[in-house]
């Protein structure tokens, strides 16, 4: 129904910046909240941010607030991720998730992934 493709992975150093994106195609009507999940080697896939459809509402995990700011653009069915301040810690592959609900944190939709490595 819906596929989501991730894009602006890539190799950065600690302390600098990222935005990733990712966009929908397909029946796209049917997204509501948008967000970004990471996993690291060996980990769980971990939820990074969340945002609703009007952007009024948003989450992020404790270990990147301040420094991430997810957003979106219904009109280009896109969301974003802006990545700041980056630590060795944010490495992982990004994944791009999409909701039917309007309760964050529920997704039906899962792009394939980005990987993200900060190196010093």
């Known amino acids: 129904q819906v596929q989501l493709v991730e894009s602006g992975g890539g190799l950065v150093q600690v302390g600098g910046s990222l935005r990733l994106s990712c966009a929908a195609s397909g029946r796209t009507l049917s997204i509501y909240t948008m967000g970004w999940f990471r996993q690291a080697p060996g980990k769980e896939r971990e939820s990074v941010a969340a945002v609703s459809w009007s952007g009024s509402s948003t989450y992020y995990t404790d270990s990147v607030k301040g420094r991430f700011g997810i957003s979106r653009d219904n009109a280009k069915k896109a969301v974003y991720l802006q990545m700041n301040s980056l630590k060795p810690e944010d490495t992982a592959v990004y994944y791009c998730?999409?909701?039917?609900?309007?309760?964050?944190?529920?997704?039906?939709?899962w792009g394939q992934g980005t990987q993200v490595t900060v190196s010093s």
């Open positions: 998730a999409a909701g039917r609900t309007a309760t964050l944190g529920e997704y039906n939709y």
